[in-house]
């Protein structure tokens, strides 16, 4: 076997597994079990997965390309290699969008009274409402832009709508056409509300303006008005390490994405050869990076349909997240804190001790300091307001905003500039790395001295996503793991050399090493004749390094369990390699985002949560970090937690050793289980128990003034 084929057989490649994780998220789009409206989210998740994996993964393999890069990922294939196979792969998946969408979908939805309507199909009194949307709204704010050249070619917004409109050409010109496009731009409908005697009816923004294009056109013949829409190469970086202002240069990066190379040119079928030339010349877009579709552009628009009121019947039935039993609304959190550690398991618990937390802090006088790190927050975010309330009230507040945190740098900058004007330290992350580990510290004043609560999580500081993603998070005031979190923040905010933590583990020092460790262990334990056992919920597993320990680990027939929702390289299920390692993916309605390891370790388990998927980035480029869970209760409900994603027959799938997925189901005479239902099941369930139990505890009635120890 040569090296290349050996390397294909090791692992599979990481932007085509991605493209499998996304057909997953297709399969949602598809599944009749689930109610249409979330149908259309999923479909609408899969369109703006796309938009990403073409700005950021295609755009750096065109840029690798046209370098003349060779070198080979490791599953062996070179950039242009890789780019054949993609474009192969995302025109197919294209196409499965778009026959879930017009041939399944939206018959559906027609039938339930949500109608799309195209210009053809508008009656009367439509016409007479579409018109005044176009008069009134549209008209006065879009300009059309007359193209001579590709010199003289519109600053096209990435991944926005725009029309381009074909003119007959002029006496003496060498062209038989002219060419003109009106660019949306910004403008922030997609979908217009039309008359409708019952349900809901609406239309789009091109629609309209390809209707009454002529108005922008006075006295002159429409050839073709065609809808398009490009996609920009978001893969460009700066080199931070070198950058003297850091946020300066995160601003002129926003920039340049503003202008960067056309990776992906999406038009409908219908365009004509001569304005598909034309755009393909303009915008020096190849052949097989267009991609023809027979419906409407940007399906992730579509996700604002899935909100429509009065349309309950067709979304799922609302899981609120639950408060948690051990933390009583009325006590303080340090006071809950200081009696035992809690773990939330979100969103099916809610998030809120968590702000709550940070916001007791902010207002404490006993509290003297915090300590945080933001990578993505909410809008409106209560943790950063109560930050900059902290330092405001005299606090030492420490900020980590991580300005490299991909597509939400505006608005981390934004939130840098605001907490510095409150006084509060703004750190911006590591030179030459990114900071995305999860932490809070804060330091507060006691009786019996000084005394640390931290918050590890595996998510972000975002209550808005907490209701969205499935995450876990871990508060404590344990001594140790309060130290190494101090430690932690002196090393990110100041100069010092990362010293030997207590408990922890953070990369790009130490995270990998550590996980090799235990892997490792487990290997020897099984090769002694001893029980060996790994578990592992990761987002994505990429690291060539882990998955060789592994396969070690499983030819020594060590039991493997993963659970991958992403992108997984390694190859299951092969004699001699991976036989004892199965690997299953979960989509759900909730996007599984939480990290949780398990090793057998002996008898004397050891679980773990981290902000580190087991990729190369994560553990090389990132600052990331690996937190033991030591107290019984929370290390067992963890544990209890990935076994119940292991018993799912309802959205688990299972990876074969070919790369394909297959959709598990229950056993004959099973019932079947859905993990995420199960989770908030149980949180339901904990806190009627607790309810419960309050209500069965007798306290009496004793006199006023009554001493307790009467009798």
């Not at 700005?55 to 990922?73: E, P, S, W, Y």
């Not at 507060?444 to 876990?472: C, K, M, W």
Request: net charge neutral; glycine share 4%; hydrophobic share 40%.
């Amino acid at each position: 076997m040569n090296k290349k084929k050996s390397k294909q057989f090791r692992y599979f490649n990481r932007e085509l597994s991605w493209l499998e994780f996304n057909q997953r998220v297709l399969d949602e789009a598809n599944d009749r079990d689930t109610p249409l409206l979330e149908r259309l989210k999923f479909l609408a998740i899969t369109g703006s997965n796309l938009d990403e994996f073409f700005m950021v993964r295609v755009g750096g393999l065109q840029i690798l390309r046209n370098r003349g890069a060779t070198k080979r990922d490791p599953s062996g294939m070179d950039p242009a290699e890789q780019l054949a196979a993609i474009s192969q792969r995302t025109h197919q998946m294209a196409s499965d969008q778009y026959v879930c969408l017009l041939q399944d979908l939206e018959p559906h939805l027609a039938r339930e009274g949500i109608h799309r309507v195209r210009s053809h199909e508008m009656t009367e009194r439509q016409v007479v409402l579409a018109e005044q949307i176009f008069e009134n709204e549209i008209y006065p704010i879009l300009t059309p832009i007359a193209v001579t050249s590709a010199e003289d070619f519109p600053l096209l917004v990435n991944q926005r709508m725009n029309v381009c409109v074909r003119l007959p050409g002029v006496e003496d010109s060498p062209s038989p056409w002219r060419f003109a496009v009106v660019p949306f731009g910004y403008y922030g409908r997609r979908f217009m509300t039309l008359h409708s005697d019952s349900g809901y009816s609406y239309t789009s923004l091109e629609d309209l303006v390809e209707r009454f294009a002529d108005r922008f056109f006075p006295g002159e013949r429409i050839v073709e008005c065609t809808p398009f829409r490009i996609t920009r190469n978001a893969d460009i970086a700066i080199r931070d390490d070198t950058a003297a202002d850091l946020l300066a240069d995160m601003q002129e990066l926003l920039d340049a994405r503003k202008t960067s190379d056309c990776v992906r040119l999406e038009i409908p079928d219908r365009v004509s050869a001569d304005t598909l030339s034309f755009l393909q010349r303009t915008l020096e877009v190849r052949d097989e990076d267009v991609f023809k579709v027979p419906g409407p552009l940007a399906l992730a628009n579509f996700m604002q349909l899935t909100d429509l009121p009065g349309f309950d019947h067709l979304r799922n039935k609302p899981w609120p997240p639950q408060p948690p039993p051990d933390v009583d609304p009325a006590a303080s959190m340090f006071d809950v804190l200081s009696r035992q550690d809690i773990l939330l398991c979100h969103p099916f618990d809610s998030f809120d001790p968590v702000v709550r937390l940070i916001e007791e802090a902010a207002d404490d006088p006993d509290v003297l300091a915090i300590k945080q790190t933001l990578y993505r927050t909410s809008r409106q975010s209560p943790i950063v307001a109560a930050l900059a309330r902290a330092a405001q009230r005299g606090k030492y507040v420490t900020a980590i905003v991580e300005l490299k945190a991909r597509f939400d740098e505006a608005r981390n900058i934004e939130w840098a500039k605001q907490l510095e004007q409150a006084d509060v330290q703004v750190i911006y992350g590591v030179k030459g790395l990114k900071t995305h580990a999860k932490c809070c510290v804060i330091v507060r004043r006691e009786p019996h001295g000084i005394q640390r609560y931290v918050h590890f999580g595996t998510g972000n500081y975002n209550e808005l996503t907490a209701r969205l993603y499935s995450d876990i998070s871990l508060m404590t005031c344990n001594e140790e793991l309060g130290a190494d979190a101090t430690s932690f923040f002196n090393a990110v905010t100041g100069y010092s050399q990362p010293q030997k933590f207590r408990k922890i583990a953070a990369a790009p020092l130490g995270l990998r090493d550590q996980l090799l460790e235990l892997i490792d262990g487990e290997t020897k334990r099984k090769q002694q004749g001893e029980k060996a056992q790994i578990i592992a919920k990761v987002n994505s597993l990429v690291d060539p390094a882990l998955i060789d320990a592994l396969y070690a680990a499983s030819r020594a027939g060590v039991q493997i369990r993963l659970n991958v929702r992403g992108i997984c390289c390694l190859r299951p299920g092969v004699p001699g390699m991976s036989e004892n390692i199965s690997v299953i993916s979960i989509v759900g309605r909730f996007l599984e985002h939480a990290r949780v390891f398990y090793f057998h370790h002996g008898g004397d388990e050891r679980v773990y949560i981290s902000s580190a998927d087991w990729m190369p980035r994560n553990l090389d480029r990132r600052v990331e970090l690996l937190v033991p869970v030591e107290d019984t209760a929370a290390r067992r409900r963890l544990i209890n937690i990935l076994e119940i994603y292991f018993r799912d027959t309802v959205k688990a799938r299972r990876l074969r050793s070919d790369g394909t997925y297959e959709r598990l189901a229950p056993e004959s005479r099973q019932k079947s289980v859905s993990s995420q239902e199960t989770l908030y099941r149980q949180a339901r369930q904990a806190i009627q128990n607790a309810t419960h139990s309050q209500a069965t505890v007798f306290e009496p009635h004793r006199a006023p003034g009554a001493n307790a120890d009467s009798s």
